[in-house]
């Protein structure tokens, strides 16, 4: 059997005929997150993207609060950690002062939809040079199961234990159509990580808003709809299954706004 060496562990041979392994730019630690929860999956995604464009050196992650602020736990690029709800805010500032990075927040809706929703809206307005990742459970996962601005009419959640009430709290806020419509977003998706097909696509929607950036036309949006079984009091097998029910009716997959060229 021929071997090769992996680019970034010159110290591991890799054969040739190997299917998958693991990228090397995920750290070498347990993941801490809920069993069956997306976002081990979106991680190593966007890891396996940093990995194939080769571009290591020159990436910068932004971690707000919620679960996402564990991304620096396991991802191997740079990550800042911003306050609660400013990822865009400080990802606009790194990627003005650094051009040629290419600069990622990584968000969950209760940072970029709730206490964020201002400075993702004027980043994506303004056009910044950055890829946004939004990871939406309808929930607000890591601080006990609250509504969130994305929680579906109806949804029980831990402030709303009988079902969002629409008189009372509004209806769900569905960002990714929201900020397809301003001029500054160039590349807009919704996809999702529960079935391999479906973490096919969402790898190829990571890997082509990462590649855009080299064209500075703006910012790339990615919503990710995963599940929160922990805070949706279900087994993961049951949460996916709620999702595909209730989820993807009210926020469909699928690419919202993609470049004219």
Same mark, same amino acid.
């Given at each position: 059997?021929?071997?090769?060496?992996?680019?970034?562990?010159?110290?591991?041979?890799?054969?040739?005929?190997?299917?998958?392994?693991?990228?090397?730019?995920?750290?070498?630690?347990?993941?801490?997150? $809920?069993?069956?929860?997306?976002?081990?999956?979106?991680?190593?995604?966007?890891?396996?993207?940093?990995?194939?464009?080769?571009?290591?050196?020159?990436?910068?992650?932004?971690?707000?609060?919620? $679960?996402?602020?564990?991304?620096?736990?396991?991802?191997?690029?740079?990550?800042?950690?911003?306050?609660?709800?400013?990822?865009?805010?400080?990802?606009?500032?790194?990627?003005?002062?650094?051009?040629?990075?290419?600069?990622?927040?990584?968000?969950?809706?209760?940072?970029?939809?709730?206490?964020?929703?201002?400075?993702?809206?004027?980043?994506?307005?303004?056009?910044?040079?950055?890829v946004i990742i939004f990871v939406n459970n309808?929930?607000?996962?890591?601080?006990?199961?609250?509504?969130?601005?994305?929680?579906?009419?109806?949804?029980?959640?831990?402030?709303?234990?009988?079902?969002?009430?629409?008189?009372?709290?509004?209806?769900?806020?569905?960002?990714?159509?929201?900020?397809?419509?301003?001029?500054?977003?160039?590349?807009?998706?919704?996809?999702?990580?529960?079935?391999?097909?479906?973490?096919?696509?969402?790898?190829?929607?990571?890997? #082509?808003?990462?590649?855009?950036?080299?064209? #500075?036309?703006?910012?790339?949006?990615?919503?990710?709809?995963?599940?929160?079984?922990?805070?949706?009091?279900?087994?993961?097998?049951?949460?996916?299954?709620?999702?595909?029910?209730?989820?993807?009716?009210?926020?469909?997959?699928?690419?919202?706004?993609?470049?004219?060229?």
């Amino acid at each position: 059997m021929s071997f090769e060496t992996h680019k970034f562990n010159s110290h591991i041979a890799v054969p040739e005929n190997l299917v998958y392994a693991k990228t090397p730019l995920m750290n070498d630690k347990p993941l801490s997150y $809920c069993p069956g929860c997306g976002h081990g999956t979106i991680h190593r995604l966007i890891m396996e993207t940093v990995e194939e464009l080769d571009i290591l050196e020159d990436t910068i992650g932004i971690a707000p609060v919620g $679960c996402s602020v564990l991304a620096y736990e396991f991802m191997g690029t740079d990550v800042q950690q911003a306050a609660h709800g400013r990822a865009c805010a400080l990802a606009t500032g790194i990627s003005r002062l650094y051009p040629d990075k290419y600069v990622f927040t990584y968000q969950g809706d209760g940072d970029l939809a709730a206490i964020g929703t201002a400075e993702t809206i004027h980043a994506c307005n303004r056009g910044e040079n950055i890829v946004i990742i939004f990871v939406n459970n309808g929930i607000y996962g890591m601080t006990g199961g609250q509504m969130a601005p994305t929680t579906l009419p109806g949804m029980k959640t831990s402030t709303s234990p009988f079902g969002r009430e629409q008189k009372d709290a509004g209806y769900p806020l569905k960002m990714t159509e929201l900020v397809a419509h301003l001029p500054g977003t160039y590349y807009v998706t919704r996809q999702s990580v529960h079935t391999p097909v479906n973490v096919r696509k969402a790898k190829k929607a990571i890997k #082509k808003a990462f590649e855009l950036t080299r064209h #500075k036309k703006g910012v790339s949006f990615v919503e990710l709809v995963s599940n929160c079984n922990s805070g949706w009091k279900m087994t993961p097998v049951d949460a996916n299954k709620w999702m595909e029910e209730n989820m993807f009716p009210f926020y469909p997959l699928g690419d919202i706004k993609v470049p004219s060229k």
